[in-house]
């Protein structure tokens, strides 16, 4: 059904966590359709680059390799080039992921960006 | 002994054996089973309906299947009917008695069936799909148990009532329905009512383990599969009480009394024979086996993982002995198939995230079980060939693998 890939991230996740103090939380997802995600940010202040990216998923194999290949994708990135991630850079990093599935790499990258939007609005206040 | 075939047997010695735990998907063909079909490939290939003497071989097997399952259900030879499958079966007996219906009612009136929201797929869609062309549905709700209640039978049988459709065992929970009960208040009913109630059951998940004796249970259309049962797949059967108006959906040559056209599948229905005979034989002490397996499985899981529960009637009496439905809180079904299955052990869930719709499980969904908690759900399936050691592996592996993705959702 997955790919070696995917299966890696998924029994491997590098960035799965929580970061204590983040400084921006995203969620995407709901119960209904059994993904939950949650991605936690913290920001260099001065360069505006993700500094350390963490996540927590409920949810199927699929969802939880994603989850951390979106970490691992913008990890470093400056929020502008974070948000250029799309989905199908995720799913095209895991090696393709069947098409059922390609609804949890939107997933994650909805998570993200809420996460950066979130961070971005807190700053403005 | 040459070097590759050494190798290969120390290969083979240091690969894990896989735990098969998923019986009420399917079972293994019992090999025993197998051999009494070999011959039905290449040998005796006939076609039933031919008169010459390859014909009649395969007729005379044909017709011997046909008496082991009908001894098996207690009902006569001439209400058993092969198809293809159970699927097959149940849309035989619920689409083949409104067309016969249908032909025998006037104008204007309306056919009415009765269902539950836990059925399979396979009388769920058929009924959807009838009621588009305008057949009134009624849908029994379950309790928190998974089964239905019979007030709520009786509350919904009206004059216009036709049939009633109810499985025996639920494949996801194992729910044991009181199939003799309603039979009997359908008995009770039809007594009084200007046209009568059919009944049938969808026993899929039951021949292996309880009474499928058609008269103790009081149904008038029974459906079984091969695959169920450690017979092959691609074989169905459907009992059809002698009376009971049935029409063919499938039409062309006159095979099974003119209900289900097509040369018949002599090798499987083989297969099919052997298998009720295979269970006729050791039903009873299968039974104790696998119950004994299934307490033990539980009752362990329960206490080594946290917020675990059972999905289901909690009283075993109301349960089959094959199925266990968990619950494992903080956890996604579907990466736990999947992690399981990296570990060498193949189970199921009602989980979403396995069907197009992404919609979680409408049997636990009917129980009442929120939906994140229909999302963490574990169907484990033993069967005769299950093993305690291999339970032993499976708890073993099992609280690891929560764990690990209880921190990964960190729930």
């Known amino acids: 059904m997955y790919n070696k890939k995917l299966l890696k991230h998924f029994t491997n996740p590098k960035f799965f966590g929580k970061i204590k103090n983040a400084d921006a939380i995203g969620r995407a997802g709901n119960p209904r359709c059994g993904d939950i995600m949650d991605i936690f940010l913290k920001v260099d202040k001065k360069t505006q680059k993700i500094k350390d990216i963490k996540f927590q998923t409920y949810g199927c194999a699929a969802a939880i390799a994603a989850s951390d290949m979106i970490c691992e994708l913008v990890k470093g990135k400056k929020l502008d080039e974070a948000l250029k991630v799309s989905f199908k850079d995720v799913s095209s990093s895991l090696g393709e992921m069947p098409p059922l599935k390609v609804h949890c790499a939107q997933l994650a990258t909805e998570a993200l960006r809420t996460a950066i939007k979130n961070y971005q609005s807190k700053k403005n206040d | 002994m040459p070097k590759d075939s050494i190798i290969y047997i120390i290969k083979t010695m240091k690969q894990k054996k896989k735990i098969y735990l998923d019986y009420a998907a399917t079972t293994p063909v019992d090999p025993r089973i197998l051999k009494v079909m070999e011959p039905y490939f290449v040998e005796k290939y006939g076609n039933p309906s031919s008169i010459h003497s390859f014909g009649q071989e395969a007729r005379e097997a044909v017709e011997k299947a046909r008496n082991q399952v009908a001894e098996f259900l207690n009902c006569k030879v001439s209400e058993i009917v092969f198809t293809g499958s159970a699927t097959e079966s149940n849309n035989l007996a619920i689409r083949g008695l409104l067309k016969a219906l249908k032909r025998r009612k006037r104008a204007g009136e309306k056919v009415h069936i009765i269902t539950s929201q836990v059925e399979h797929k396979a009388v769920l869609e058929t009924c959807h799909d009838l009621e588009k062309d305008g057949v009134k549905i009624t849908y029994l709700p379950v309790g928190r148990d998974g089964i239905i209640n019979l007030d709520d039978l009786r509350a919904e049988i009206t004059p216009e009532t036709d049939l009633v459709s109810i499985m025996y065992v639920n494949n996801e929970t194992g729910a044991i329905q009181p199939i003799k009960k309603i039979g009997s208040l359908i008995k009770e009913i039809n007594k009084t009512k200007e046209h009568p109630i059919f009944f049938h059951t969808d026993a899929v998940q039951a021949v292996n383990w309880l009474n499928c004796k058609v008269d103790d249970l009081g149904v008038d259309l029974l459906t079984f599969s091969g695959h169920k049962i450690y017979g092959p797949k691609g074989i169905g059967v459907l009992y059809i009480r002698t009376g009971i108006p049935v029409s063919s959906i499938i039409t062309g040559g006159e095979q099974e009394w003119g209900l289900r056209a097509g040369t018949e599948n002599v090798a499987n229905i083989v297969g099919l024979g052997a298998a009720v005979e295979e269970i006729k034989k050791h039903k ?128």
């Open chain 2, 284 to 411: 009873e002490k299968m039974f104790r086996k696998v119950r004994l397996l299934q307490e033990k499985l539980e009752k362990r899981v329960l206490s080594i993982v946290p917020k675990s529960r059972v999905n289901g009637p909690q009283n075993f009496k109301e349960r089959a002995p094959h199925i266990s439905n968990f619950a494992f809180e903080g956890i996604e079904g579907e990466s736990l198939v999947i992690s399981l299955d990296l570990e060498g052990i193949a189970t199921s869930t009602g989980s979403a995230c396995t069907s197009r719709l992404l919609k979680p499980s409408h049997v636990l969904m009917a129980m009442g079980l929120p939906e994140l908690e229909a999302h963490s759900s574990l169907r484990v399936s033993l069967g005769k060939f299950t093993t305690a050691r291999e339970i032993d592996i499976f708890l073993k592996t099992l609280p690891r693998v929560v764990e690990r993705l209880r921190k990964i959702s960190g729930r």
